[in-house]
C-alpha cells in the first residue's frame, strides 16, 4: 500500500513503513510469528552498491522491506506496493 503524499498536486508516494505511519506486521510463512522489519533493500545494499545490485532495488514496484522471523530465524524480502 502506497499513499499519495499531496503538496498542491501528487508529488510522489511514499512508503507508511518507511515513514512511520502504520507498523509493519508481517506473519512468517512458516510457523505464523509477526515478523520484524530490518529496513528497505535499498539500505541493506547501501549508496555505493555496485550498479547490478541496484537494477535490482528499481526491478520491484514499490518499497522491498527485509523481514526476519525471531522464532524459527526464517528470512524474506516484503514488497510494499
Not at 506473519?27 to 547501501?46: A, F, H, I, K, N
Not at 526476519?68 to 510494499?80: D, G, I, S
Request: hydrophobic residues 30%; contains cysteine; proline residues 11%.
Amino acid at each position: 500500500m502506497f499513499i499519495p503524499a499531496y503538496g498542491g498536486e501528487i508529488m510522489e508516494n511514499i512508503c507508511p513503513y518507511c515513514n512511520g505511519l502504520f507498523p509493519l506486521t508481517v506473519p512468517c510463512p512458516s510457523c505464523g510469528t509477526v515478523m520484524d522489519d530490518q529496513g528497505t533493500l535499498q539500505e541493506e545494499l547501501g549508496p555505493y552498491s555496485p550498479y547490478v545490485e541496484n537494477i535490482q532495488i528499481h526491478s520491484f514496484p514499490g518499497c522491498v522491506h527485509r523481514v526476519f522471523c525471531p522464532h524459527c530465524q526464517a528470512a524474506l524480502y516484503y514488497t510494499v506496493g
